[in-house]
């Protein structure tokens, strides 16, 4: 578990190091959402930072999914690229790399890597920024994930 934390502590910590807003003079943001795991069903909650590097946003980002038996949780770091630009609204096109943890009620834990094609919608103009995203991640066992969340 602990070696688990470490990656995470990694794919979390380190872009928001060398990226950071005061070195570079970029903006950033925090991203809370929820979404569902059309796969399985499940429902998870996520968060992350937005750091905007020249035309690239890296959001290096943790999901958490709530299962009935069992633990699943991912560490991701994505990039994306707007390509809607409209007064107060935002589309992006991006991917990135996933590290998933799974440990069943009954059976050994297993992690794997993978990766994230991602497409989204903001409202900018909208307090709170709301945005809808579509993920798709390719692993083992891929999965279609469909996020709500906000921009702070």
Known sequence: ??????????????????????????????RIYGGYYTENSDLFLGGGL?????MLTVVPNFEY??????TFY????DGHIGVLP??????WLGGGFAYIFAKPENGESVTRGGFNLIAGFGADAIPLSPYV???????????????IGIRL
């Open 86 to 91: 409209l007064p107060g609204f935002s589309g």
């Open 74 to 77: 991912t560490a991701n770091l």
């Open 133 to 147: 995203q579509a993920k798709y991640v390719f692993t083992q066992t891929n999965q279609f994930v469909i996020a």
């Open 1 to 30: 578990m602990v070696r688990h934390l470490r990656y995470v502590a990694l794919v979390l910590f380190v872009p928001v190091l060398l990226g950071s807003p005061k070195l570079y003079g970029q903006s950033t943001d925090i």
């Open 65 to 70: 999914v709530f299962l009935e038996k069992g």
């Open 50 to 54: 937005g750091v905007n590097v020249l």
